[in-house]
């Protein structure tokens, strides 16, 4: 059975011969790449491109056709943002559109058989950015070398690839087919393809092998290891293989841009893949940028060379408090700011931890009516308007109506502003009682004095707290916060050490029922509600502890259901169900979404939507927009 995701994936191949061809009529090659063509050191763009690369019509997408040059600059807050070209690139053997539907991207096509049995065809005449075929040999060298090995893959395979608890079979049907097949269906595998991080299926074999205690000679190995400092070949083989961190220029590519500087440096340049699969409509081959350049600097100070002029295109390490300033750069540089929706489910969320490692908060937390009147005690009008200018909504920590699973009643439970109704519900839950301040008094004598613990990267995180400060003062709760690095703050958090945190709302507002809905259960251990219960998921219950609120543990077991679900309607009622539970239970306490998140882009960079949807995780922040269409004008 073919199904409409499966069409989505087909209906591209029908229309790419003729910008192949096209390529061929014509010198469209990059003025960027003529010095290799004139030595012979790449071939000509038809030899270049797959057979049938995919088109790409900028004008359909209400933009501008480009053309080829331009370097943008960028910041980054450290090496481990190289990530964000990965992410940025959104080169995806499946990903989404602007829609936020699934197309074949790297591969020509897939088709899908209840959700159980997936085929992927390859594009004949791909190439990794070194010019090597990329082939079914790229998936049997993953497959049969990395997943399987024990060595490499100690846990036995990514859970998206074992959601019943076994390995899916794998087949090579031919050079150019690979097929996954499960006995029971899988509707979180394509979207694990088309993550932020996506699940990688395929690697540069040719490559790798010379890291691979396999295909390596002992001696030989010995010496990589040593020059590249690993302990273990195994150490190496990752190290040297990472692909969403893309350390290594020398590990080939499927992306639009690769990496052409070993760290450590300050400065890291990632230039255009002259094999990159993807072409616009007048047959130029993406990407129109020829460079991006990330600058390293310190966090904290970000915004500041942002406004001073030193970035092209900012959206990272900024946030809407530095709006104004951003603004104001208008009038000294030639740039220009947009705000984008931000699809997080709030922008500042409270998070009682409910695995507190004091019994006493913990038991508190605990119950609903504590939770409830937590929320209710918040004044979020309050909020929005010093905070957000009123630009944002008041909402519980969930979905945006962007999403087509939204209903007002997830938005709007526990939200209004009622400390009379805060104040029966402390009363009702035990907490009647008060010292001579006017504290309630915890069951065991101590005042009622909740430590909110922050990562210390936002001046507007410590700005709300200080108004929810005086809001649950009125009702008998006093709050104080504390600031750590972002390290200490989650391992503080995963150790039980934490009554409660700030931070970010749902990573996902804008969900399908095709998108898993993972992230309203107890599954990652660094879900600061309670990230023992999402350590048990996470490994299997050999870490952390089962959940045991009845509440968390259904919504693991909907999460279950949804992962054996073969049809897009049960998939739809299982996600309302637990939407349902976990805005009702005040699992944690949203204040304001959809807020503004500001763009910083020169004014002479074309094809970036003035408005858009802004988020990890599923648009990849700037990812689902394509950067391989953006290009530089020669004009403000």
Excluded at 220 to 243: C, N, P, T, V
Excluded at 253 to 266: M, Q, Y
Excluded at 521 to 548: E, I, K, N
Aim: net charge negative; with cysteine.
């Amino acid at each position: 059975m073919v199904t409409r995701r499966s069409f989505l994936g087909l209906v591209a191949s029908t229309v790419l011969a003729p910008a192949a061809a096209r390529a061929t009529d014509r010198d469209i090659e990059p003025e960027f790449l003529r010095p290799w063509l004139r030595a012979a050191q790449l071939p000509p763009l038809a030899e270049r491109l797959p057979d049938r690369p995919r088109i790409v019509y900028v004008k359909r997408m209400g933009r501008e056709p480009g053309q080829y040059g331009g370097t943008v600059r960028t910041i980054i807050g450290g090496q481990s943002d190289l990530r964000f070209m990965t992410i940025y690139g959104y080169a995806r053997l499946v990903g989404y559109d602007e829609r936020l539907q699934l197309q074949a991207d790297i591969l020509e096509g897939f088709e899908s058989q209840s959700d159980a049995v997936f085929t992927f065809r390859i594009r004949p005449g791909h190439k990794w950015s070194d010019g090597t075929p990329f082939t079914a040999d790229d998936f049997h060298y993953w497959w049969n070398d990395v997943i399987l090995n024990k060595q490499l893959t100690p846990g036995g395979g990514a859970l998206e690839l074992r959601p019943h608890g076994t390995l899916p079979r794998f087949e090579v049907l031919d050079p150019l087919t690979v097929r996954y097949s499960w006995d029971q269906p899988n509707p979180n595998f394509l979207a694990a393809l088309a993550a932020p991080q996506p699940l990688v299926l395929a690697g540069p074999g040719h490559y790798l092998k010379q890291f691979h205690k396999k295909y390596q000679d002992d001696i030989r190995l010995s010496a990589l290891m040593k020059e590249y400092r690993a302990k273990k070949w195994q150490d190496l083989h990752i190290k040297m293989g990472r692909s969403y961190r893309p350390e290594n220029p020398d590990l080939p590519v499927l992306d639009p841009w690769r990496n052409t500087t070993a760290p450590p440096a300050e400065q890291f340049v990632f230039e255009r893949n002259p094999f990159f699969h993807r072409v616009d409509e007048n047959g130029l081959q993406l990407p129109y940028l020829d460079r991006f350049i990330l600058n390293v600097s310190s966090s904290s100070i970000i915004a500041a060379k942002a406004g001073a002029g030193e970035s092209d295109l900012q959206a990272t390490g900024i946030d809407f408090d530095d709006y104004t300033f951003l603004k104001d750069a208008e009038k000294r540089h030639p740039v220009k700011v947009d705000l984008w929706k931000a699809i997080r489910g709030s922008r500042v969320a409270l998070m009682p931890n409910l695995n507190c490692a004091d019994t006493v908060w913990r038991d508190v937390f605990r119950d609903v009516r504590v939770r409830r009147a937590l929320s209710l005690a918040i004044n979020r009008h309050e909020i929005n308007m010093a905070v957000f200018y009123g630009l944002g909504v008041e909402s519980a920590d969930t979905i945006l109506p962007d999403s087509p699973l939204f209903k007002p009643e997830y938005a709007s439970a526990w939200i209004d502003y009622d400390p009379k109704q805060a104040n029966s519900l402390l009363d009702e839950a035990g907490l009647d009682k008060r010292n001579e301040d006017g504290i309630r008094i915890l069951p065991d004598g101590r005042p009622a004095e909740i430590t909110v613990e922050t990562a210390g990267e936002s001046t507007l995180d410590t700005d709300v707290l200080e108004l929810i400060t005086d809001h649950w003062r009125q009702v008998g709760i006093a709050l104080f916060s504390r600031s750590s690095q972002r390290d200490i703050f989650r391992s503080r958090a995963m150790g039980g050490r934490t009554m409660m945190s700030v931070w970010y709302g749902l990573d996902n507002g804008v969900p399908t029922a095709d998108m898993n809905p993972g992230q309203l259960a107890p599954t990652m251990d660094d879900q600061l509600q309670w990230p023992l219960w999402g350590m048990y998921f996470l490994s299997g219950g050999s870490q952390g502890v089962a959940p045991d609120v009845p509440e968390a543990a259904e919504l693991v077991a909907l999460l279950g259901r949804w992962g054996k679900a073969a049809s897009f309607g049960e998939r739809t009622e299982i996600w309302h169900q637990m939407l349902s539970i976990y805005t009702q239970q005040v699992f944690s306490i949203g204040l304001i979404n959809s807020t503004l998140q500001p763009i910083m882009r020169s004014a002479k960079l074309r094809n970036i939507p003035d408005k858009a949807l802004y988020g990890f995780d599923p648009t990849c922040y700037l990812g689902v927009y394509m950067p391989d269409t953006f290009w530089m004008g020669r004009d403000a």
